[in-house]
């Protein structure tokens, strides 16, 4: 079965400074993906980024980037100059390729400190 | 372009009733999948519905149930409701064609059960 683990359930960073959020897992499969998405208070799930795992370049979107080790199964984010509306509870998350069950993580929470 | 909507809000009900939790999938998505996230957990798959047939289920009973219509939106419906089972109920949508690898959340329905 494949797993998720957050091993950090809460992180907190200061105001326009730099934090990495930790996600391992677990799998025999070599074709899946892997999301990071992010819940505030409004509950609504907001996805942050995503990388396949036949992909060797770490995927990026503004200031949000992953590094993704497929050996040693982790993927982390790392969040750059970090902005108050960034706090929230941020899940890993991994998809199998043509499979639609979706595992999430337990989730880190998120304090941004101005 | 609307995006996932969810309702309704919120519910509470007692043990033993049944439930029925709407879902609209985001313009131009085509296949629904519902989770159910527990207070301080990550979601868990319950189901995914694609051309109003259940494509694949999770490690849920069969009290959960689902109806995709043609217009693509979709219904939960859980029966005989357990203490546990008050949780947020996520939808998300997708797209077969083209197909898209990610999957958007709407905003959830918090059901209580009492």
């Known amino acids: 079965a494949q797993t998720v683990t957050q091993s950090q359930p809460e992180m907190s960073v200061q105001e326009a400074e730099t934090v990495t959020l930790s996600c391992t897992y677990d799998t025999s499969e070599s074709d899946y993906y892997l999301f990071w998405y992010k819940q505030p208070p409004s509950r609504q799930m907001i996805l942050v980024i995503r990388?396949?795992?036949?992909?060797?370049q770490n995927a990026t979107e503004n200031r949000f980037s992953v590094n993704f080790q497929k050996a040693a199964k982790s993927f982390s984010l790392k969040i750059s100059d970090s902005q108050l509306g960034d706090a929230a509870m941020y899940f890993c998350?991994?998809?199998?390729?043509?499979?639609?069950?979706?595992?999430f993580g337990a989730g880190t929470r998120l304090t941004v400190k101005p | 372009d609307a995006g996932v909507t969810q309702s309704p809000t919120h519910l509470i009900k007692t043990r033993g009733q049944q439930v029925t939790l709407r879902c609209s999938p985001k313009s131009g998505h085509d296949t629904v999948s519902w989770y159910q996230q527990a207070l301080g957990q990550g979601p868990q798959f319950i189901f995914q519905?694609?051309?109003?047939?259940?494509?694949q289920r999770g490690n849920f009973p069969d009290r959960f149930s689902g109806h995709q219509f043609p217009n693509y939106s979709s219904e939960l419906n859980v029966n005989a409701l357990l203490l546990g089972d008050s949780a947020l109920y996520l939808c998300a949508s997708s797209s077969e064609e083209p197909a898209t690898d990610t999957q958007y959340f709407g905003p959830g329905t918090r059901l209580t059960v009492l």
């Open positions: 998350a991994y998809r199998k390729y043509n499979n639609n069950d979706m595992r």
């Open positions: 990388q396949e795992a036949y992909k060797q």
């Open positions: 519905y694609y051309e109003e047939e259940e494509r």
